[in-house]
């Protein structure tokens, strides 16, 4: 919208190309998360998350989507404790990391070790641990909704998201 309220560029729906679309999508600026859990196998995963949202107070619940392609998708499936570390704006090398498949990604990553065997990144901003409550189908995606049942924050300026580009918080 400009200041006449009126729309620079419009397209509808069905013309919305996949670019155009995670272009329009990128407008909305997000923090950086980290979302964790260790495996029945005592396998640890963890991936870059931006899809990460409240949902309600009391119960506290959280929700994030994950891609069904996700080679971590088997034992976010297989494990109920998870955690969500949102991540510090020095952290940018860490949502690079976890962006991308790799056999170990916590090589050399400072963590502690949180409820479930979730991996606590050391200096994330905000560590929330979560227990899986429910599990809804989203396209090509599974919307998981976790309670959180610990929390542990800083006050470390975050990491932000915008148009495909990390960057940090200013106002
Ligand atoms: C800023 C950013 C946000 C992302 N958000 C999500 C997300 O919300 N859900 C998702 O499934 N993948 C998301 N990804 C992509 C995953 O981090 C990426 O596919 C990763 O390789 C998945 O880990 P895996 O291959 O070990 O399963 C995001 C990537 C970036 C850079």
């Known amino acids: 919208m400009n200041a006449n309220g009126s729309s620079e560029r419009s397209q509808l729906l069905a013309d919305i190309d996949p670019a155009t679309y995670r272009s329009v999508l990128g407008r909305f600026v997000t923090g950086v998360t980290v979302i964790t859990a260790r495996g029945p196998d005592d396998r640890t995963v963890g991936l870059t998350v931006n899809s990460f949202n409240t949902v309600s107070l009391d119960p506290p619940l959280v929700l994030w989507s994950l891609a069904l392609k996700s080679p971590s998708l088997a034992v976010f499936r297989a494990q109920n404790w998870v ?89």
């Open 83 to 171: 955690a969500v570390n949102i991540l510090a704006h020095d952290q940018r090398d860490l949502a690079l990391r976890f962006s991308k498949p790799a056999e170990d990604k916590f090589r050399g990553v400072a963590v502690q070790e949180g409820l479930g065997g979730a991996p606590l990144l050391v200096g994330a901003t905000a560590c929330l641990e979560c227990r899986i409550r429910h599990r809804y189908p989203g396209g090509d995606h599974e919307i998981i909704v976790g309670r959180i049942v610990r929390t542990e924050a800083s006050d470390r300026p975050p990491l932000v998201f915008h148009r495909g580009q990390f960057g940090a918080f200013t106002c």
